[in-house]
Each structure stands twice: as C-alpha cells, then as structure tokens.
C-alpha cells in the first residue's frame, strides 16, 4: 500500500513539474507601457493645468469681491479691509511661489507668483479708484514699485509669464473693474508709472516684446477712456 502511494506521489510530482526553460513568469514590479504614459498625462494635468484654471478662478473671485465691495461697502467700511485682504492674498501667494521656486517645483511657482503680482496689482488700483485711500501720487508710486518688483521677478525666474501677467493686470485690470480713469492727469500718471518700470525691465531683459505690449496697452487703455 505504501508502495503505491509513493508511486501516485511521484507521478504527481513529474506531472506538474515544469520546464524554467519553457514558462517565464512575469515580474511583479512589470507595468504595462501604457500606464506610466497615462500616469505622467494625469500628473501633467492635474498639477499644471488644474493648478492654473485654480488660480484663474481665485483671481476672477478676488476681482469680483473688490469691485462689489467697491460698489456697495465703500461707504460703510471705507474699504480698508478689502485692501488688506487682497494685498494679504497677493502676498501670501508670492510668497508661496518663490518658497516653491528654491523648492525646485517652477512649474507650481511661477503660476503663484504671478497670480499674487496680479492681485496685488488690482488691489492697489482698488484702494485709490474704488476706496480712495491713496492719492494720485500715491498710487503712482504704488505702481511703479509693483512693475518693478514684478519686473525684478521676471529677470530672477527668467519668466515672462510674470511679466505678461503683470501687463495684463495694468491694462485689462481697468477695463475689468471699470476704474474711472477720469481725468488726463490720473491716466497719464498711471500709464507713465507702468511704463518707466516696464522699460527697465525690457531693456536688461531685452524683452522688446515686452515694450511693444506696453505701447500698445498705453494707447488702447488712453482712447478707450479719452477717444
């Protein structure tokens, strides 16, 4: 009895015994191609693309929040909080860019520091032309400093991305909020400002680009007001 037992067993063993020669198991750690092309895709798009309509929408959000408050709560509150609130954000996301950018992440800093440039941007103009808390000559030299800071950003991170948006803001910013750029005086001190910061930057850059878009924003944003 023993005998044959020992037999089935071994004719078992030869049956499943298998050739290494013949069988090649895949390794565990073997993907197939094509994921790691859709991960890098779902990477791409999640943190460029989502990053980017994010911050386009917090952008949109914090405009909207100052032109109403400059509509309806001026009078009341006197605009300071709005203000503080946008410089505070435009800071904050500055800060968070160029913290990301020794971080070695540019693609995640330079959207955040150009959307703070930007707001920062907008909430300057808002505290003379919506809350009246800065003079002419104040917002003058209030803008002149944010060009220049946004231009000395650009040549730091190489990004024209900064710059552009900082244009954007200067001369789409108007329009958007309706400021009421009344009096020639107003327009051609906040045109002179942005101007002069934006030529110094395009000459050390040599970002002739750069200067062609100014003009042209200058004379479209004058005879959208004046023309």
Same mark, same amino acid.
């Given at each position: #009895?023993?005998? +044959? ?10 049956? *499943? !015994?298998?050739?290494?020669?013949? $069988? ?18 779902? #990477? ?11 911050? $386009?929408?917090?952008? #949109? ?6 032109? *109403? ?12 909080? !709005? ?19 020794? !971080?070695?992440?540019?693609? =995640? ?8 440039? /930007? ?22 030299? /209030? ?24 244009? /954007?803001? +200067? ?5 958007? #909020? ?22 110094? $930057? ?13 003009? /042209?924003?200058? =004379?479209?944003?004058?005879?959208? !007001?004046?023309?």
């Amino acid at each position: #009895m023993l005998e +044959e037992l020992d037999k089935v067993d071994h004719a078992l063993k030869d049956d *499943v !015994q298998l050739d290494d020669g013949l $069988v090649d198991l895949p390794s565990l750690d073997a993907r197939p191609a094509y994921s790691e092309k859709a991960s890098h895709a779902e #990477m791409t798009f999640a943190g460029h693309y989502l990053n980017l309509a994010g911050l $386009v929408l917090l952008t #949109m959000g914090m405009l909207s929040y100052l032109r *109403v408050s400059g509509i309806t709560e001026a009078a009341t509150s006197g605009g300071l909080l !709005q203000s503080c609130l946008g410089a505070g954000l435009g800071l904050f996301l500055s800060w968070s860019g160029d913290r990301l950018h020794r !971080q070695g992440q540019r693609s =995640y800093a330079l959207p955040l520091l150009a959307t703070g440039i /930007a707001i920062l941007t907008v909430t300057i103009s808002a505290s003379h032309f919506y809350f009246h808390l800065l003079p002419i000559s104040g917002l003058a030299v /209030a803008q002149f400093a944010i060009v220049s800071w946004a231009g000395l950003a650009a040549i730091r991170y190489d990004s024209p991305l900064i710059g552009g948006c900082m244009l /954007a803001a +200067e001369f789409v910013g108007p329009l958007i #909020m309706g400021f009421p750029l009344d009096g020639v005086g107003v327009a051609l001190a906040y045109l002179l400002a942005i101007n002069l910061a934006t030529t110094l $930057v395009a000459s050390r850059k040599k970002w002739d680009g750069f200067l062609i878009a100014s003009l /042209a924003g200058s =004379y479209g944003l004058y005879f959208h !007001q004046f023309g």
